[in-house]
């Protein structure tokens, strides 16, 4: 199994799939938390289940609130938070081999416009030779995306920050919010703070938790 990084995502035996947070991790555990589990709710279909995508790091302790096991200490971030038991991996997602992967098999993506702009971007970042700084994740990296999906990428150390910042000055590939997008932007943004406003007022662990 290759490194483990932030933003991948580990896929464990009950076929829950979290992403991971931070690069610290105690030796029992990978922290992260629930991005996607099977649910009949669920608008996404993975290995034959339909599956729910979760966005929200405190509701993930409802939805293993039957794991303890999932519940660990963490010194690095100073408080309890969920996390996948490293003998419970069945399955890694690296964001670094799924551009890598998506570069060579270009046919993975779909016809959909997002997965052209993807297509695009992952070309340029191949080009600048930074496959090993910048990475895919999202539902792009459990082959989950639609038409609906954001792009996501990660970046990681000095030079991927650096390879990051020419990628998003790249008016050919990168076109700033402004105007009408831009109030989608802001108002996208607050129905979310809502969501997670009321979510904090039930009692739940705080979102911002993380390495």
Same mark, same amino acid.
């Given at each position: 199994?290759?490194?483990?990084?932030?933003?991948? *995502?580990?896929?464990?035996?009950?076929?829950?799939?979290? =992403?991971?947070?931070?690069?610290?991790?105690?030796?029992?555990?990978?922290?992260?938390?629930? =991005?996607? !589990?099977?649910?009949?709710?669920?608008?996404?279909?993975?290995?034959?289940?339909?599956?729910?995508?979760?966005?929200?790091?405190? =509701?993930?302790?409802?939805?293993?609130?039957?794991?303890?096991?999932?519940?660990?200490?963490?010194?690095?971030?100073?408080?309890?938070?969920?996390?996948?038991?490293?003998?419970?991996?069945?399955?890694?997602?690296?964001?670094?081999?799924?551009?890598?992967?998506?570069?060579?098999?270009?046919?993975?993506?779909?016809?959909?416009?997002?997965?052209?702009?993807?297509?695009?971007?992952?070309?340029?970042?191949?080009?600048?030779?930074?496959?090993?700084?910048?990475?895919?994740?999202?539902?792009?990296?459990?082959?989950?995306?639609?038409?609906?999906?954001?792009?996501?990428?990660?970046?990681?150390?000095?030079?991927? *920050?650096?390879?990051?910042?020419?990628?998003?000055?790249?008016?050919?590939?990168?076109?700033? !919010?402004?105007?009408?997008?831009?109030?989608?932007?802001?108002?996208?943004?607050? =129905?979310?703070?809502?969501?997670?406003?009321?979510?904090?007022?039930?009692?739940?662990?705080?979102?911002?938790?993380?390495?």
């Amino acid at each position: 199994m290759a490194t483990i990084r932030d933003r991948d *995502y580990l896929l464990d035996r009950t076929g829950v799939i979290f =992403k991971v947070i931070g690069d610290v991790h105690p030796g029992t555990h990978f922290l992260g938390y629930v =991005k996607y !589990y099977p649910d009949a709710r669920g608008d996404r279909t993975l290995f034959g289940r339909t599956y729910r995508q979760n966005s929200v790091v405190s =509701k993930a302790f409802g939805i293993l609130a039957n794991r303890p096991e999932c519940y660990i200490y963490s010194p690095a971030v100073g408080c309890v938070i969920t996390g996948v038991p490293r003998e419970d991996i069945a399955t890694h997602y690296s964001c670094r081999q799924t551009l890598a992967a998506l570069h060579q098999a270009p046919h993975l993506l779909d016809a959909t416009a997002v997965s052209k702009d993807l297509h695009a971007i992952i070309n340029w970042i191949v080009a600048a030779g930074a496959t090993d700084v910048i990475g895919v994740t999202g539902s792009f990296l459990v082959g989950a995306g639609n038409a609906r999906s954001d792009i996501e990428l990660v970046c990681y150390g000095p030079r991927g *920050y650096e390879a990051a910042q020419a990628l998003f000055a790249e008016r050919t590939l990168i076109r700033p !919010y402004e105007g009408e997008t831009l109030t989608r932007l802001y108002v996208r943004r607050a =129905k979310y703070m809502v969501e997670e406003a009321s979510t904090r007022s039930c009692g739940r662990k705080p979102e911002n938790c993380r390495a």
